[in-house]
């Protein structure tokens, strides 16, 4: 006998050689079903909203991008005393946060905000950190409200992806420049070993006066602060990850700068192959040690012979430290992780090669002093933008 479909035998539960009831199972199977295309829809209209053009995402981040002037005085020169700047900046939150560049507000003495309409605002310097280049200034959110920007997620960016850069080049109108992804994750030589900052590197056109701008994406979401570019290479530019910044931000809000461990010590990792074509022992070559650290206090030593190989510089006759607390150092990504790893007040131990010696010695770290070179690295010429 047929029972029509939605007939009272069709409530009946089905069972199959085990017993279990069958219908119940369908039933959720179709649930599971309905859901993932639900997800699916839903994820192919997330995608479907970033195909707007980039002129849509320039639209609705462009209220949120201001341009940054200062002007810093230098009391101990003669010549040359009065430094101004133009870069960019970002509004971060709605309590007046706007972030920059360190480079563009350290030691100045004003610091000044404009937007479109050309209205000028004095803003403070609430905290800054030379090692990754990022800044905080704040507008008194009595005298104006900005609208703050939409931020992304840097750790989901492909290589190749699309974005766009925003600023001021040169002091000009505001402009942007589209370009691509071109590597995440980039670790730059220039950066100290006491904190290994990765960038996101792009071919977007970065010019002086987009310091401190954003990197964006079709979707208008921010994804990194614009720092420098280069002019040895073609179409290379860097940014520092939304990541990094969403993470230090508040830090530097709170209690205006950024609290690293300082062990003063910069070199390479020798690969196995060029340590035995130059007669070096395998492990972190430390180039340079830095006055007054717990390094120098230990007794390491830098370098003092340059050689260049394949365009990478090193400097021989230091020490070579052959692992730290137990871990041996065998490859830069885990020299990169240990030294990220490092906090103030930690008991560090390293085991060390010194006059044809195997040496151990501990020390432990204090807070990372703001030291002399940190912001002329990106105020270089070829670097700063």
């Known amino acids: 006998m047929t ?50 053009p980039f002129s849509a995402a320039f639209a609705e981040v462009s209220p949120s991008v201001v341009r940054i002037f200062t002007v810093a005085i230098d009391p101990f020169s003669v010549t040359e005393r009065v430094r101004t700047a133009i870069g960019t900046g970002i509004v971060f939150d709605d309590r007046g946060h706007i972030v920059t560049n360190a ?35 704040r507008l008194d959110p009595g005298t104006v409200r900005l609208p703050s920007a939409k931020l992304g997620k840097s750790a989901d960016l492909l290589v190749a992806d699309e974005v766009m850069a925003i600023g001021y080049p040169y002091g000009a109108g505001k402009t942007a420049t589209r370009g691509i992804v071109s590597a995440v994750e980039r670790i730059l030589p220039l950066s100290p070993f006491s904190w290994r900052s990765p960038f996101i590197q792009t071919d977007a056109a970065i010019n002086p006066g987009n310091s401190g701008g954003p990197l964006l994406t079709r979707c208008g979401e921010v994804i990194g602060i614009n720092t420098l570019t280069t002019e040895v290479g073609q179409s290379i530019s860097y940014a520092v990850p939304i990541d990094l910044v969403r993470e230090l931000v508040p830090e530097l809000i709170e209690s205006g700068h950024v609290s690293r461990a300082w062990h003063g010590i910069n070199g390479h990792i020798v690969p196995l192959p060029l340590a035995f074509a130059l007669g070096v022992t395998p492990g972190f070559l430390v180039e340079t040690v830095e006055p007054g650290s717990p390094a120098e206090r230990l007794g390491l030593r830098g370098g003092s012979f340059p050689v260049v190989i394949a365009g990478q510089e090193y400097l021989l006759g230091g020490d070579v430290i052959m692992a730290v607390n137990g871990e041996t150092l065998s490859d830069e990504a885990t020299v990169t992780r240990i030294a990220r790893s490092l906090r103030v007040g930690e008991t ?12 151990s010695a501990q020390v432990v770290l204090p807070e990372r002093p703001l030291l002399p070179g940190d912001v002329r690295r990106f105020r270089e010429p070829r670097n700063a933008r």
């Open 3 to 52: 029972t029509a479909v939605g007939g009272r035998n069709s409530l009946r539960p089905r069972f199959n050689q085990q017993g279990f009831v069958m219908q119940k199972f369908r039933v959720t199977s179709s649930g599971i079903l309905l859901v993932c295309c639900c997800l699916a829809y839903h994820t192919a209209a997330a995608a479907a909203s970033c195909e707007a």
């Open 103 to 137: 480079h563009l507000v350290l030691d100045t003495s004003e610091v000044i905000v404009s937007n479109e309409t050309e209205e000028l605002w004095e803003a403070t310097v609430v905290g800054l950190d030379p090692i990754t280049d990022l800044a905080v200034v």
């Open 348 to 359: 560090l131990e390293i085991e060390y090669w010194q006059d044809e010696e195997l040496k």
